[in-house]
């Protein structure tokens, strides 16, 4: 399927030319991971602390040791003391089982996300590869990438949305459709933030201008911030953070205050910025930031 190049966030379908589906998800390779009870190693650890029956759950200061949240005591301590929430219920006994995969839980109010079954990965895409996995005219292509993890190369990954070829910056690659789908779809309002180089000096007029929004060929435009970074006779930088996603945003919104983009990086998706990752290199999300993006979806 051709790769359409104006792109430059997130479409509502990103899996339209990916390499598997949703519902083929379910059969896919997982990331190598045991169980909460394997992958324990907690010296608090007691010996007699047995397996719950099918159905009963987890001890809940288990579960926070095992998403390495704390220690088993240390976790007992937040839970004493009022920091843990299971399903919007502040816990204070021990020993409160839970299930995971389906209880939504937090400490100090942030979302502690279940034990991964999926693959989460930010990528830093270079400028000049296509935001699909494959490319029937043989571009380079996201799928291209090679990964310092073997074990991510064999997966079978969605994009979630795109940018466009010539920009380069955060995108993210998973196995899980639903995120994908979620995280795309303009119901979610999920922020992204760009940081644009353009042509000339850009004046507190034209900073004014685009805060209080503009109208464009397909409709007006109000970003949720505008920041200046620097600025000189020829050249600028300014990051604009917007949730909503049209073709080419960013680059017609300076083209209509005549100030062209020269180069185009995205920075940020939600919580997770792309900070000091290098050029066509990924890393996974941390648990805060996929806590937080699941919490942003529904999920």
């Known amino acids: 399927m051709n790769d359409h190049d104006d792109r430059e966030v997130d479409e509502t379908n990103p899996l339209e030319d990916a390499t598997a589906t949703p519902e083929q998800d379910a059969a896919m390779p997982e990331q190598d991971s045991m169980s909460p009870e394997q992958e324990s190693t907690d010296p608090d650890q007691e010996s007699t602390d047995s ?17 390495g949240v704390a220690s088993r005591r240390h976790a007992e301590a937040m839970i004493e003391g009022g920091r843990v929430e299971v399903n919007g219920e502040l816990v204070l006994e021990q020993g409160r089982r839970v299930h995971p995969e389906r209880d939504t839980i937090r400490v100090d109010g942030m979302r502690i996300p279940p034990p991964r079954r999926h693959v989460y990965l930010v990528v830093n895409k270079p400028r000049g590869v296509v935001s699909t996995m494959v490319d029937p005219e043989g571009r380079p292509t996201l799928g291209d990438i090679q990964f ?6 064999q997966l079978r990954l969605f994009h979630v949305g795109r940018l466009d070829t010539d920009t380069e910056g955060l995108i993210i690659l998973t196995n899980d459709g639903e995120f994908a789908h979620r995280m795309a779809h303009p119901k979610y309002k999920v922020p992204k933030a760009y940081l644009a180089e353009v042509e000339g000096l850009l004046d507190n007029r034209i900073l004014r201008r685009l805060e209080k929004g503009l109208r464009l060929d397909d409709g007006p435009v109000k970003p949720d911030k505008v920041k200046l970074v620097m600025r000189s006779e020829s050249r600028s930088l300014v990051e604009i953070t917007l949730h909503e996603g049209r073709n080419r945003i960013v680059r017609r919104m300076m083209d209509s ?10 920075t940020a998706i939600g919580p997770v910025r792309l900070g000091q990752l290098p050029i066509g290199e990924a890393r996974e999300l941390t648990r805060d930031e ?6 942003a979806v529904d999920m």
């Open 257 to 266: 205050v005549a100030h062209p983009v020269r180069k185009l990086s995205r």
């Open 290 to 295: 996929l806590g937080t993006l699941l919490d």
């Open 51 to 67: 397996e719950p029956v099918e159905g009963e759950g987890i001890r809940l200061q288990k579960v926070l040791a095992t998403a």
């Open 148 to 153: 310092d993890k073997p074990s991510w190369q």
